[in-house]
């Protein structure tokens, strides 16, 4: 059996297919509201290959002159994020162990040639929240490893469905996407792969 790092959960088919279709219905309906975009690499201004948006009240973006960071409105349309679905929060209330509620949920698409390097999530305030992720559609190769670049790294395949919990001592973990299995699943019409993070952002003020 693999051997996850301290602190990795994988769920593999958390969301039932039924499930899987009605969180669809709800990410299509943040896309039309919030379309997907290229993101940009800090300084470089390299596209990166994975597509983006979010929902919630901030949203992970990046782009060559401001680098890494969340705010509150989509950086194409100006406008502000549409609201975090009921869904994802109830997902969220049953996965994170965590008091409050996520602020942000990045929304990721990968066509079959995409991928996503191996990084830290570590733009939060408040890493005592866990990320949660959901995966739809194709499967891909992910990696996680340790709190260091130079960790060992472990991999395994995420399906449609399947979520992956990164708190407490692997809050922190190194993690990518090494590639995708085009043709693996036939959630999305036309193929590709969707993850969603969950994320609280900012330290919640004091009971
Ligand atoms: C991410 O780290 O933002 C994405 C991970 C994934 O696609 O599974
Ligand atoms: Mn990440």
């Known amino acids: 059996m693999l051997v996850l790092p301290e602190g990795i959960r994988h769920m593999p088919g958390y969301l039932d297919p039924a499930a899987q279709d009605a969180l669809l219905a709800?990410?299509?309906?943040?896309?039309?509201?919030?379309?997907?975009?290229?993101?940009?690499?800090?300084k470089t201004g390299k596209p990166m290959s994975v597509r983006m948006t979010n929902?919630?009240?901030?949203?992970?973006?990046?782009?060559?002159?401001?680098?890494?960071?969340?705010q509150a409105?989509?950086?194409?349309?100006?406008?502000?994020w549409p609201a975090m679905?009921?869904?994802?929060?109830a997902v969220w209330r049953a996965l994170s162990d965590y008091p409050h509620p996520p602020e942000a949920?990045?929304?990721?698409?990968?066509?079959?040639?995409a991928k996503m390097g191996l990084h830290q999530d570590r733009d939060e305030q408040d890493f005592d929240a866990p990320v949660v992720s959901l995966s739809l559609g194709d499967a891909c190769l992910f990696r996680v490893g340790e709190n260091t670049r130079q960790g060992n790294t472990v991999s395994f395949?995420?399906?449609s469905g399947d979520a992956v919990i990164l708190g407490g001592e692997?809050?922190?973990?190194?993690?990518?996407?090494d590639r995708i299995y085009p043709e693996t699943s036939t959630l999305?019409?036309?193929?590709?792969?969707?993850?969603?993070?969950l994320r609280r952002v900012t330290r919640p003020a004091a009971a």
């Open 26 to 42: 709800d990410i299509r309906a943040v896309v039309a509201e919030a379309p997907l975009y290229v993101p940009t690499m800090p």
């Open 55 to 70: 929902c919630g009240s901030l949203g992970w973006v990046t782009d060559r002159d401001r680098g890494y960071r969340y």
């Open 73 to 80: 409105t989509h950086p194409v349309t100006g406008r502000p």
């Open 85 to 89: 679905p009921e869904r994802l929060l």
């Open 105 to 113: 949920c990045l929304v990721n698409f990968y066509t079959a040639e």
């Open 157 to 159: 395949r995420l399906e």
């Open 170 to 177: 692997g809050r922190l973990a190194f993690h990518g996407v």
């Open 188 to 197: 999305l019409k036309n193929g590709g792969r969707i993850n969603l993070t």
